[in-house]
């Protein structure tokens, strides 16, 4: 059983950063993707950014340059750090998972909301 945890979520301000974290635990396959999806109310739910086990790293093209996503393999936690906020970026934020060799199967985080408001 896999179990993801996700922290460091809140309100911020136009142009300031957050930064998030997800933890996994539970039987870790050493081949996966991992990363970060986004749902904003009335909207449907958008890749953020994901990283596989071997390091490529893909991004949305609306948080390119603004957004990192980087990992602690001993710890089995990534990170995003998220730059330049805006409005558009308010949603909640899931961590997700997927395991080599089901790929078609998502394991994903409660959620953690992200609202920038002046």
């Known amino acids: 059983q896999v179990h993801l945890v996700e922290s460091g979520g809140g309100s911020v301000q136009p142009g300031g950063p957050l930064r998030l974290s997800c933890t996994a635990s539970g039987s870790i396959a050493t081949t996966y993707i991992m990363g970060w999806y986004r749902q904003a109310p009335g909207k449907p739910r958008e890749l953020v950014a994901i990283?596989?086990?071997?390091?490529?790293?893909n991004y949305a093209d609306s948080v390119k340059g603004r957004f990192s996503l980087s990992r602690d393999n001993a710890k089995s936690t990534i990170f995003l750090d998220m730059a330049s906020l805006n409005a558009d970026d308010t949603a909640v934020y899931y961590c997700?998972?997927?395991?080599?060799?089901?790929?078609?199967?998502?394991?994903w985080g409660q959620g953690t909301q992200v609202t920038v408001s002046s």
């Open positions: 990283r596989t086990s071997g390091g490529f790293t």
């Open positions: 997700n998972l997927r395991l080599w060799p089901n790929y078609d199967f998502n394991y």
